[in-house]
């Protein structure tokens, strides 16, 4: 948990149909893409700052099971709460800690809940990747589905579901995510079709893999990202209480149709002085978690106590800022 030192504001600079729902052209469309929800990724499991050695989060649930720190032929279903809406979206999961490729089969997005497993089963959409039914995401990297007609609204609580094929390896991982996710036992195959939620009934904080969700939504005036340590990340602030969540829901208020997202990773540091449970220091991942999202248009930094509390001096701290502006 740290307080602030600095906050900043940055100005940054035809359709296929498949079985799995309605594709839409992702060259034509790039550009239309806007940032609705994200979360940086690091890791490998267990390793975070509120977890470390293995060590549940206090006060939280952290009962799923992986043998050997790894998926195994197992389901995921990641709650997220995107700040914009839109009719088209698609899902970026990440292997970036990964040493193997990791094999994603029948992913899926629907209307969720933010306390359980269930789904509303007619809204679940199968998302593609080049067209079929899985992806293979290289070790070290993202992986992007195609883009897929998917109406829903700012508010709504979306369910992304997927399955892990075989064993995965180290997992990437955003260790707390301050609200529930669900995840089958290990080797229960591929449970991404039950709406009930009953085969995916293991709890844990993290969100697993998943790192993105993008939109189109035509009223979009692009996306805002927010980067800092444990007070953006939202330090044991549960269900969507954040202040990026609130930043999100002023904007909505005030008619601006500007996605937020929330970048911050709990203990992080701008400079290189704290080991891989903080995750990246900002300097390392300002180009990933901010330049690389979808339709950016600005960033709020908040972040530098970390380096503080670790005995890094202000004027090395003022150069990493320097650096990312």
């Known amino acids: 948990m740290a307080f602030c030192l600095a906050s900043l504001l940055i100005a940054c600079g035809g359709e296929d149909t498949t079985q799995a729902g309605t594709r839409v052209n992702a060259q034509a469309n790039d550009k239309a893409l806007v940032g609705a929800w994200a979360t940086a990724p690091y890791g490998p499991y267990p390793l975070g700052p509120l977890t470390r050695d293995g060590a549940p989060t206090p006060g939280a649930p952290e009962v799923a099971q992986f043998p050997g720190n790894q998926a195994n032929n197992q389901s995921f279903r990641m709650i ?5 809406g839109g009719d088209a979206v698609r899902v970026r999961l990440s292997n970036l800690m990964g040493d193997r490729p990791v094999r994603f089969e029948n992913i899926s997005i629907a209307k969720g ?37 998917f109406d829903y609204e700012a508010g709504d609580d979306l369910a992304v579901s997927f399955h892990v094929a075989g064993e995965s390896g180290p997992m990437t991982w955003h260790a707390v995510s301050f609200a529930t996710q669900f995840i089958a036992p290990p080797d229960s195959g591929d449970q991404t079709q039950d709406a009930t939620g009953t085969a995916v009934r293991q709890v844990s904080v993290g969100w697993f893999f998943i790192s993105g969700l993008d939109v189109i939504n035509p009223q979009a005036k692009g996306a805002m990202v927010a980067i800092g340590d444990s007070i953006t990340d939202g330090a044991y602030q549960a269900l969507n209480q954040r202040w990026p969540d609130f930043l999100a829901q002023r904007l909505q208020a005030a008619g601006q149709t500007i996605g937020v997202l929330n970048q911050g990773i709990n203990s992080n540091t701008v400079t290189d002085v704290r080991d891989g449970a903080a995750g990246p220091p900002l300097v390392k991942r300002f180009q990933r978690d901010v330049l690389s999202r979808s339709g950016v248009k600005s960033v709020l930094i908040l972040e530098g106590t970390n380096d503080l509390g670790a005995g890094v001096d202000a004027p090395e701290i003022i150069e990493g800022l320097k650096t990312v502006i």
């Not at 997220?80 to 914009?84: A, F, G, R």
């Not at 359980?116 to 679940?124: G, H, M, R």
């Open 113 to 149: 809940n933010p306390l359980t497993p269930n789904i509303d089963a007619s809204t679940q959409t199968p998302l593609t990747v080049g067209g079929k039914r899985f992806g293979v995401a290289p070790a070290g990297a993202e992986l992007l589905t195609d883009v897929v007609a």
């Open 80 to 84: 997220i709460h995107p700040t914009i």
